[in-house]
């Protein structure tokens, strides 16, 4: 049966029918709609995970029990999990365990590039990687049978352009549940030495093996082999004309349909499997073709390894930064290229009209204090208040980094972190500042949501996408942890936010506010504003909150009906000509 699915959804399917039974993850740009799609299929239980390490070690106890385990995040929720991949490489699996991980070249959605194919070789586990939706169905349910064959977590790496691209599917739709017996196995599942030297042997044993596999596996292919006519095209850095008969290509991933287009007749090794290569694979193909060259996104992954095994390729063609299309690859291959792919540029998402977070970094943004910033929406204000967040790194990391600005200066420093994201990485942060005596004000943005990734629930909602779970609350949390101070504020009165901020600032340790506002785009409103303009001396205060609803027209200002109704204007404006209406009774 045909059907048109994103890569993501291919994957959900594809594990669906091989028989998952678990499924975890965190939300992530751009691999969140895997477990979305999963949990559709009441055979599979799903959950959002407080974080990806904590997903990924559940799925390794499913696979321990001897069933099959899916586990998705994007790139750098693989980092946080990365922990337990390496030694679960050690251990083996029981029942099939496959992470699929996508990344994001050109960094549309995230704060970093990153190649996750290097994660294999790291931790010595095979890497698959699918060129279209259906690739991306039967690869899924290919890595759970290899993950049993060859006792080893499988990785399937997806990019941004595979899982949200929709292709056609030849799929079954027909679901096969797989089991196997738990059996004890101290030697293999304990890691303590002496059992990790033999487990590290039987690693070296098991990729060998999987090696051995790649040419029977078909998931690698050759194409297009007979000689091509002479390319006559060149130019400079380029093709030569003289090049002879035969040009040959490796390439994978998303990569190779630009290839196609690009060059429909070049003869192709298309790679399935990208780690771990089998040489006498790439050798052949290599003497049947005068020049190799080598087409990847992002960084010489397979280039280098190609290189390693003494075969000359045609380098210094492709950008290694930024995301790859076909006009860049065909530039590239006529000389005329440039040093990096498409990144994002201009993606100066702000705030939404009404968003709880406003009113906050309004107030902060008026302070000269330096305030560590974290991963969420909230980051997005920078974009309204340039100088206000001054530094993003990582998830949990702006309470650590306050920490150390504060004990490198002296002063009492400011971090802003989500509720999701508290939960997420947060807590270990605060433990660490509660120890170590640090000197910070902690304000927790509590939107009930994961908002910047659509609005998933997390465990202090207490939703799950199976229903309801036992919720946790952030204010017992960081009571629990040792924080005295702690005041939890309405997101949408300034004047208690601004008293909760100062009075936590006077606090000397460890203090935290909790500014609370449900997330605008889950909030219904049967009211907006408008301005009186016949009595507006348009001072432009009620700019200042940095609702993009309010816009300047001629010499005065209107409300847009992008309004959300909460009221932030209201009390910036010093003249009160700003009033509340109902929708269905517009006015402006």
């Known amino acids: 049966m045909k059907t048109l699915l994103t890569g993501n959804e291919a994957v959900a399917l594809g594990a669906y029918e091989a028989g998952v039974l678990v499924a975890t993850g965190y939300p992530g740009t751009p691999a969140t709609e895997i477990i979305e799609k999963i949990s559709i299929y009441p055979d599979v239980y799903t959950e959002w995970s407080v974080n990806e390490k904590t997903a990924l070690e559940l799925a390794s106890g499913v696979s ?67 060129s279209d939706s259906e690739e991306a169905y039967v690869f899924v349910r290919e890595a759970f049978a290899m993950s049993e064959r060859f006792d080893l977590p499988v990785l399937l790496r997806l990019t941004r352009a595979i899982s949200h691209t929709s292709t056609v599917a030849d799929v079954n739709g027909k679901r096969k549940e797989y089991s196997k017996k738990y059996t004890v196995n101290t030697e293999k599942n304990v890691l303590l030495p002496p059992f990790t030297s033999e487990r590290r042997l039987s690693l070296q044993r098991r990729m060998e093996g999987v090696r051995q596999y790649i040419p029977s596996s078909g998931l690698n292919r050759i194409e297009n082999n007979p000689p091509l006519p002479p390319f006559s095209k060149g130019g400079k850095g380029g093709l030569s004309k003289n090049i002879g008969d035969d040009i040959g290509i490796i390439t994978s991933g998303i990569a190779y349909q630009y290839v196609k287009e690009v060059m429909p007749e070049a003869s192709v090794l298309k790679l399935g499997i990208v780690y771990p290569f089998n040489p006498q694979e790439i050798k052949e193909f290599a003497r049947s073709v005068k020049e190799l060259f080598v087409v990847e996104e992002l960084g ?72 560590g910033g974290d991963i969420g929406c909230y980051t997005l204000a920078v974009h309204t208040f340039p100088d206000v967040i001054d530094s993003t790194l990582c998830m949990g990391s702006g309470i650590s980094q306050a920490t150390g600005y504060s004990l490198s200066s002296g002063e009492k420093a400011v971090a802003v972190i989500g509720d999701s994201t508290f939960f997420h990485s947060g807590i270990p942060a605060v433990l660490n500042a509660l120890y170590n005596k640090a000197n910070i004000l902690i304000i927790i943005l509590d939107n009930h949501v994961i908002a910047m990734t659509g609005g998933q629930p997390h465990i202090g909602t207490g939703k799950g996408l199976m229903g309801y779970k036992k919720k946790q609350t952030i204010d017992d949390c960081l009571k629990g942890l040792g924080v005295d101070s702690v005041r939890r504020v309405d997101a949408y009165n300034l004047k208690q936010i601004n008293h909760a901020v100062r009075e936590g600032l006077s606090v000397k340790g460890v203090s935290a506010v909790i500014v609370d506002g449900e997330c605008i785009l889950k909030k219904k409103s049967d009211t907006q504003f408008y301005i009186d303009v016949e009595k507006c001396s348009f001072c432009g205060s009620c700019l200042l909150v940095g609702c993009k609803a309010i816009v300047r027209s001629d010499n005065s200002y209107i409300i847009t009906e992008d309004c959300k109704g909460c009221g932030l204007c209201v009390q910036l404006c010093e003249k009160k000509t700003i009033k509340r209406q109902y929708k269905n009774n517009l006015c402006r």
């Open 300 to 371: 010489p992954f397979i280039e280098d390894s190609i290189r390693a095994l003494g075969i000359k390729v045609r380098n210094g063609l492709l950008p290694e930064i930024g995301e790859m299309d076909q006009f860049i690859l065909g530039k590239a291959l006529m000389g005329n290229y440039t040093l990096t792919g498409e990144i994002c540029k201009d993606n100066h998402a702000t705030l939404c009209p009404g968003c709880p977070y406003l009113g906050v970094f309004y107030l902060l943004s008026k302070k000269s204090i330096f305030v």
């Open 64 to 130: 321990l029990s001897g069933r099959r385990a899916l586990v998705a995040m994007k790139h750098v929720g693989l980092n946080v999990a990365s922990d337990p991949l390496m030694s679960l490489a050690y251990t083996g699996v029981n029942g099939g365990l496959v992470i699929a991980v996508s990344d994001d070249p050109g960094m549309w959605s995230s704060q970093n590039e990153q190649d996750s194919r290097l994660y294999g070789r790291i931790a010595h586990i095979p890497v698959l990687e699918p």
